[in-house]
T-cell receptor
């Protein structure tokens, strides 16, 4: 079955720099991929969706890419701010359309 | 403009007791999902329901766990005869529709279940 791999180590980025998070999947390419943000003690919040025929998607300071050859999505936050500190989850549909989530990567933006 | 509402936020039970977790989806959403999350672990799918129907319960343990989404009222996740291993955060999510369209899921803030 499909597996999602996100860097389990926390990522520390200096404020103002670009943070880049990686999501790799192991098997077939999904029709789309989603990114969510989760703060401590809260539920995940949907951020962006990118479809398999889209190379790149942007929303304000966020940018997501989708490379079906590499089986990878990159999530970028430009001009990062301490308020961007959170755990970011990658999610995609399994063959039965059920959404599966990665374990997430914790991002710390250092002031 | 309420989002997904879960209650209680925290629930403490002793081993052998029952836990009932409630979830009210976003207004107009008829698809509800329950997930379980352990520290440092990802969200694990448990069950997908539409009004009065269980669509997919492949992630639910076969015993002690049940879920419902009645015509009126919130969705309920019920855990009978709780054990220490049931301690986790349980999240509910809702969506407008289900399918291949990538409809985002809207999550509540979870119920943190602690078993003494």
């Amino acid at each position: 079955s499909q597996k999602i791999e996100q860097n389990s180590e926390a990522l520390n980025i200096q404020e103002g720099k670009t943070a880049t998070l990686t999501c790799n999947y192991t098997n077939y390419s999904p029709a789309y991929l989603q990114w969510y943000r989760q703060d401590p003690g809260r539920g995940p919040v949907f951020l962006l969706l990118i479809r398999e025929n889209e190379k790149e998607k942007r929303k304000e300071r966020l940018k997501v890419t989708f490379d079906t050859t590499l089986k990878q999505s990159l999530f970028h936050i430009t001009a990062s701010q301490p308020a961007d500190s959170a755990t970011y989850l990658c999610a995609l549909p399994n063959r039965d359309d059920k959404i599966i989530f990665g374990k997430g990567t914790r991002l710390h933006i250092l002031p | 403009n309420a989002g997904v509402m879960q209650n209680p936020r925290h629930l403490v039970r002793r081993r052998g007791q029952e836990a009932r977790l409630r979830c009210s989806p976003m207004k107009g959403h008829s698809h509800v999902y329950w997930y379980r999350q352990l520290p440092e672990e990802g969200l694990k799918f448990m069950v997908y329901l539409q009004k009065e129907n269980i669509i997919d319960e492949s992630g639910m343990p076969k015993e002690r766990f049940s879920a419902e989404f009645p015509k009126e009222g919130p969705s309920i996740l019920r855990i009978q005869q709780v054990v220490r291993g049931d301690s986790a955060a349980y999240f509910c999510a809702s969506s407008l529709y289900q399918g291949r369209e990538g409809q985002p899921q809207h999550f509540g803030d979870g119920t943190r279940l602690s078993i003494l």
